[in-house]
């Protein structure tokens, strides 16, 4: 007879960490007539040394703005503000994200300067080097202090208000990561004048998404404002901007599930297609671009199952159109897409779990994908690029 076993002692405790998660909207924030960076940086008034700070600045950033880097050490010799030790100039884009020397320079950078936990490092730049420079800074010390100032619209509404960072190993995106809350994301309006057309464009596409998932009268006012959108009227953008990265928070917050240790991620929808067609393409697309691909297809499929009725899914369509972003891509007929969907099971875990669509501000997670219709669904993608 097999013996019997039990556990003897268990000793148990479930706890609750608070985190406060801020996002600030502002103009000229390294303005020293601008009062915002003494809300955000803690003053030590303990007798303790000076915090320190280092800025890890997107090389494009600097490149299109070159007043950037007077201007922080101008703001940072305030003395009530940490001290910049550094200002150390990265390339930006998924470049930084598959590269881990970028990294390595990081933590060299913290580790050379002293920067403990009581001190900061502020990433200036768009989701790619925020995700990067934030993974290095949350491994150094096991934790040091981050500040995101948000300088595209992408990460403006979207990547710097996620609690998680990574880089890309492998071929697979995000294959390493953490999660980190940052003390705060700073976005400043004038950091958007610099960026070129496409990168302007291709942030909305994570609008798109979040009010397809969540509010149908979102999603009126962003097809309503599209065609001011693509030209770059920011009256018109700010709103959308704002009302999808309170939405974003919102979700983190009260979501139930910041860390991901559910197998759903909802506000995936479109992205386990929009991941591998990075990849696929060589990064060639933007994560945004991607992502109004993926937003596209998975609502084709949802159609062509039946949950999605025809008018809305035209009406994704026709605002995607209007943005500037594109619908489809050459690389969707290609069957190392398929792949994508185990990349994506396997990053959250568990059940294969995607979101689609019973109607525009309404997802529904489901568990299994039919390959032949999914097919029908890139091909019905295709016939509307085309017309």
Known sequence: MSPTYSITHEIRNDFGVPFTHRLLFDRAVLNPENPLLHTVFECRTDGAPRSGII???????????????AALTKRFSDPSLPELREVLLVPGGEACKNDPTVIDRILASIEKHRIDRRSYVAIFGGGAILDAAGFAASTAHRGVRVVRFASTVLAQLDAAIGVKNGVNRFKKKNFVGTFDVPVAVVCDESMLESLDDRHWRDGFSEAVKIACLQDATFFDAISDAADLIRDRDMDAARPIIRRCAEMHLEHIGSGGDPFERLEARPLDFGHWAAHRLESMSDFGLSHGEAVAIGICL???YSHLIGRLDETEFDRIIDVMTRLGLPISHPLLADDRLLTGLEEFREHLGGRLT???????????DVHDVDLGILRRAITHLDSNASV
């Open 55 to 69: 800025a890890v600045v997107d090389q494009g950033l600097a490149n299109a703005q070159p007043d950037l880097q």
């Open 298 to 300: 998975d609502s084709a």
């Open 354 to 364: 995607i979101t689609l669509l019973d109607e525009i501000g309404r997802g529904v």
